[in-house]
């Protein structure tokens, strides 16, 4: 005979368990179960109605939500966020400096036939810093160019298909520009090219991360590198002054939004089932 849980109460009905208490303390990624918003905490605050949140997306939109018990997940679990200082902070890696839902226990998988390249070793540096996880969880490869004056060559070597798109990511792709002609020569369907509109992906990085008040402007014909380092009185070290702004980046929220659309587009695009 089977046997029957003596406890007919539906289970819409039943009390819930309660959630584990994670402290809201600046810079934790969660996600609001209501609305599915996703971003990092700016700050808490008291307010006539109870104690609110305020999170900050990966595109910088702010939302202000309740600190309601089972309010928000974490790494997929709920739990209940409290105001700093109350309770313990849960251990392990919650979401990827992405944004997105860390994958634990995950064997990187093999390697997609598609490609993202990028510029230079700075760019794939940051895109590694940012995006690692998630490249890795995809099997995405990023590699980079040195340059693209001869992008239209490189994309025809590589031969782009329906199985193995490439994905291209250019600094300073403005109209009118050099890079932007470079960028419209290329034809391929099954190829991507985007960018952002910043000299240097240095600049990509959000000032305020770095601990400056904004990026200086460097005349046109100097080396925008050096430019920097003398005008931010660092030394002229443009190798120490990449390892500093790098080592500011923790996650999606020290980038700009021109360069956060651009790489989640590329890794759209290059993840995409073939047709």
Known sequence: MRRYDTD?????????????????????????????FCGAVIRTEKTAEGPTVTLEDRFGKHRVF???????????????????GRSARLSGPLLSASGSIAVRDHTARVARAGRIYVEGRHDAELVE??????LRVE???VEYLEGVDDLPAVVDAFAPGPDARLGVLVDHLV???KEWRIAESVTSAHALVVGHPY??????????????AAWPRIPRGEDWKTGVCRELGWPADTGAAWRRILDSVRTYRDLEPALL????ELIDFVTAPAP
């Open 8 to 36: 007919l109460t539906p289970p819409w009905k039943k009390p819930q368990q309660p959630a584990p208490e994670v402290p809201a303390e600046p810079d934790l990624v969660v996600e609001e179960v209501g609305t599915g």
């Open 175 to 177: 109209p009118g520009t």
């Open 139 to 141: 099997g995405v490869v």
């Open 261 to 264: 659309g651009r790489v989640e």
């Open 66 to 84: 309740p600190l309601a018990p089972r309010g928000f997940m974490i790494d997929g679990k709920v739990v209940t966020l409290v105001p700093p």
């Open 129 to 134: 810093r940012v995006w690692g996880h998630d």
């Open 199 to 212: 000299v240097d992906v240095w600049e990509a990085v959000k000032p305020s991360s770095v601990g400056i």
